[in-house]
């Protein structure tokens, strides 16, 4: 006992019995425990299901000679897992920060085998879950829990600059949505309505882009809502327009207006074919003057001209 678990017990017949038995009983229970909590393969089963077997061979009975000669037949296992038997126990307490340590781990692993394929930039970790991947795949990782604290500790690290940099840049992506929404409501606002009422629904579109846009600035707390509010704010762009033309449409409605004449031209078609790729001021200063001479003579013959 002394050998193999440090364990100083009085030579005296029934009191090194019932004190050796209280010992292995106390970690037979402790070693139920763990083995009653996990499923399937776990950090140290092997040895657990070995000592299960030892210990509960030893106290399947009261006799003193018994017990003993049980105890010396199996001596060598017992030194063999004796200066383990603390560490699986430690290792697997409920509370314990290995234990903490160990399933945090095994939570950025998966996430980062979950989400590689849409976020590109966990790349960075790769060396750092390798590193991590190869402790938790060691069937009795109780020495390397130290360096396994450090390489979690490291990865989270990383894994919230990386979030960091991407919420960032993320905000200017819907900030942009917000400022083309923006020039919509700005134009629609500085023209003349004929419903008293139409200017106040367009305002109130407005007001209710940018509740929603701000509701996305607060959620930019991880990747998949980063890359959802991305999105959505892209897509708000579309529905703004949609719902403002609607408002524009309904506002002409019911009205007797004279007669006008109306033209339609794709947005694409203002736009000559050598002039679809834009390098230099200049290839801007040719577009723009393109457009305007196209509208410009769309207007001589009509009063209206739609733009899809």
């Not at 030892?54 to 399947?60: P, Q």
């Not at 500085?190 to 579109?205: A, G, R």
């Given at each position: 006992?002394?050998?193999?678990?440090?364990?100083?017990?009085?030579?005296?017949?029934?009191?090194?019995?019932?004190?050796?038995?209280?010992?292995?009983?106390?970690?037979?229970?402790s070693?139920?425990?763990?083995?009653?909590?996990?499923?399937?393969?776990?950090?140290?089963?092997?040895l657990?299901?070995?000592?299960?077997?030892?210990f509960?061979?030893?106290?399947?009975?009261s006799?003193?000679?018994?017990?003993?000669?049980?105890?010396?037949?199996?001596e060598n296992?017992?030194?063999e897992?004796?200066?383990?038997?603390?560490?699986?126990?430690?290792?697997?307490?409920?509370?314990?920060?290995?234990?903490k340590?160990?399933?945090?781990?095994?939570?950025?692993?998966?996430?980062?085998?979950?989400?590689?394929?849409?976020?590109p930039?966990?790349g960075?970790?790769?060396?750092?879950?390798?590193?991590?991947?190869?402790?938790?795949?060691?069937?009795?990782?109780?020495?390397?829990?130290p360096?396994?604290?450090?390489?979690v500790?490291?990865?989270?690290?990383?894994?919230?600059?990386?979030?960091?940099?991407?919420?960032?840049?993320?905000?200017?992506?819907?900030?942009?949505?917000?400022?083309?929404?923006?020039?919509?409501?700005?134009?629609?606002?500085?023209k003349?309505?004929?419903?008293?009422d139409?200017?106040?629904?367009?305002?109130?579109?407005y007001?209710?882009?940018?509740e929603?846009?701000?509701r996305?600035?607060?959620?930019?707390?991880?990747?998949?809502?980063?890359?959802?509010?991305?999105?959505?704010?892209?897509?708000?762009?579309?529905?703004?327009?949609t719902?403002?033309?609607?408002?524009?449409?309904?506002?002409?409605?019911?009205?007797?207006?004279?007669?006008?004449?109306?033209?339609?031209?794709?947005?694409?078609?203002?736009?000559p074919?050598?002039n679809?790729?834009?390098?230099?001021q200049?290839?801007?200063?040719?577009?723009?003057?393109?457009?305007?001479?196209?509208?410009?003579?769309?207007?001589?013959?009509?009063?209206?001209?739609?733009?899809d």
């Amino acid at each position: 006992m002394k050998d193999a678990f440090d364990l100083t017990i009085e030579l005296k017949e029934v009191e090194l019995r019932d004190q050796s038995l209280d010992f292995f009983k106390g970690k037979l229970e402790s070693l139920r425990q763990i083995n009653y909590r996990n499923s399937g393969m776990y950090p140290g089963k092997e040895l657990v299901d070995k000592m299960l077997s030892i210990f509960s061979t030893i106290t399947s009975s009261s006799d003193s000679e018994t017990v003993f000669d049980k105890i010396i037949a199996r001596e060598n296992d017992l030194i063999e897992c004796g200066d383990k038997l603390d560490m699986v126990i430690n290792f697997h307490s409920e509370n314990g920060s290995q234990l903490k340590t160990w399933k945090s781990a095994q939570t950025i692993c998966k996430y980062y085998e979950d989400n590689i394929l849409f976020v590109p930039e966990l790349g960075e970790l790769d060396s750092l879950i390798k590193d991590i991947e190869d402790i938790l795949k060691m069937e009795e990782p109780f020495n390397m829990m130290p360096k396994l604290a450090q390489l979690v500790a490291q990865a989270n690290e990383k894994q919230n600059e990386l979030l960091k940099v991407n919420a960032e840049a993320a905000k200017k992506d819907i900030n942009k949505s917000l400022d083309a929404i923006t020039r919509e409501y700005n134009e629609a606002v500085s023209k003349s309505f004929q419903k008293v009422d139409t200017k106040e629904k367009i305002d109130n579109l407005y007001q209710e882009e940018k509740e929603v846009f701000d509701r996305l600035l607060g959620t930019l707390d991880s990747f998949d809502r980063i890359s959802s509010a991305k999105s959505r704010a892209k897509s708000e762009i579309d529905s703004f327009r949609t719902a403002l033309l609607k408002i524009i449409k309904e506002d002409g409605e019911g009205q007797n207006e004279p007669e006008v004449r109306r033209t339609s031209v794709r947005a694409s078609n203002l736009i000559p074919v050598a002039n679809r790729k834009i390098k230099t001021q200049e290839d801007v200063r040719r577009l723009l003057d393109n457009i305007k001479n196209t509208l410009e003579g769309l207007l001589d013959n009509n009063d209206e001209i739609d733009i899809d």
